[in-house]
């Protein structure tokens, strides 16, 4: 069966070695493969960064949602230098400072509180997903 | 507005206010006649990292030359700012609650911490160093992070 249903893309930072780039991450697996699988699709920073065509046809073609682990906001950059729109831009301090209980720490393996603000971040970003989806999730 | 004492190494460049005094861990101090105003250089704000929360002591807390003033949590670390000046905490910078971020974005101006009753300004200047001397030593310990990289 051919799915025409628009995909929200869920762009996460790249950053590896960063606690925050690893929450940001840890949120969009959770979106990507957990919560909203059907509505959404993972594109990686770093294929946008070496301009991999469908990458680049991805974010062009359906909304964005970023994660970006600090104020470079290289993901949210990214998918805008890429030809994309940028729905909503998360930033992982932003997220830390609504849900403070939840302190990231760790880098490969995120502490509990790490893994419960990436858990409190999906569901932010899962809510946007289904905006996203309601206001316009068939191709015309 | 300030002049400044710039340093630039690698990507980053990091900006001495020349018209205020420092301590080593690079708090700032300006004095406002009795009162001294307080806060992060910019490569103190720089090095720590993005300011996710940062908590003052409240007014009318008594400081010795030294005592915790504040501590800031960043996305890299918790960051314990000793004052730089011995006094009464007399006002307390209201954005830190709300938008501490402003530390990072206007280190010199709207990122203060707050403002100090000093006992005895001209005692614990002289235990400070000024813009000349901590530019120095800010390019030594710029220079010591570059060597880790």
């Known amino acids: 069966m051919n799915d025409r249903r628009r995909k929200v893309v869920i762009v996460p930072c790249s950053g590896i070695g960063k606690t925050y780039g690893t929450v940001s991450r840890e949120a969009a697996y959770?979106?990507?493969e957990d919560m909203r699988p059907a509505d959404t699709q993972l594109v990686a920073l770093s294929l946008l960064v070496l301009g991999d065509e469908d990458a680049r046809a991805a974010?062009?073609?359906?909304?964005?949602?970023?994660?970006?682990g600090c104020k470079l906001a290289c993901a949210t950059k990214m998918v805008e230098e890429s030809g994309g729109t940028v729905a909503q831009d998360f930033a992982v301090l932003d997220a830390y400072r609504r849900h403070r209980q939840f302190k990231?720490?760790?880098?490969a393996e995120l502490n509990e509180g790490g893994q419960k603000l990436a858990?409190?971040?999906a569901e932010e970003v899962a809510a946007v997903v289904d905006d996203l989806s309601r206001d316009g999730g068939e191709d015309a | 507005m300030p002049?400044?004492?710039?340093?630039?190494?690698?990507k980053f460049t990091f900006r001495t206010a020349t018209d205020r005094y420092y301590n080593s861990e690079g708090v700032w101090a300006l004095t406002e006649g009795n009162r001294v105003r307080i806060g992060l250089s910019d490569f103190l704000q720089q090095r720590s990292g993005d300011v996710a929360f940062a908590e003052v002591k409240p007014e009318g807390t008594v400081l010795a030359l030294g005592d915790e003033v504040a501590m800031i949590e960043?996305?890299?670390?918790d960051v314990s700012l000793p004052s730089p000046v011995a006094g009464k905490v007399a006002e307390v910078n209201s954005s830190m609650d709300i938008t501490p971020e402003?530390?990072?974005?206007?280190?010199?101006?709207?990122?203060?911490l707050a403002v100090i009753e000093a006992?005895?300004?001209?005692?614990?200047?002289?235990?400070?160093?000024d813009a000349q001397a901590y530019f120095a030593l800010v390019q030594e310990q710029a220079e010591e992070e570059m060597k880790k990289l």
């Not at chain 1, 990231?104 to 880098?107: A, D, S, T």
């Not at chain 2, 402003?102 to 203060?112: A, C, K, L, M, T």
């Open chain 1, 30 to 32: 959770e979106v990507t």
């Open chain 1, 59 to 68: 974010v062009a073609g359906n909304p964005a949602v970023t994660i970006d």
């Open chain 1, 104 to 107: 990231p720490q760790g880098i």
């Open chain 1, 119 to 121: 858990h409190a971040l």
């Open chain 2, 3 to 10: 002049e400044f004492l710039e340093l630039t190494v690698d």
């Open chain 2, 74 to 77: 960043t996305i890299k670390a």
């Open chain 2, 102 to 112: 402003v530390i990072n974005q206007d280190p010199y101006g709207e990122g203060w």
């Open chain 2, 119 to 129: 006992d005895d300004w001209e005692s614990d200047r002289a235990r400070l160093l």
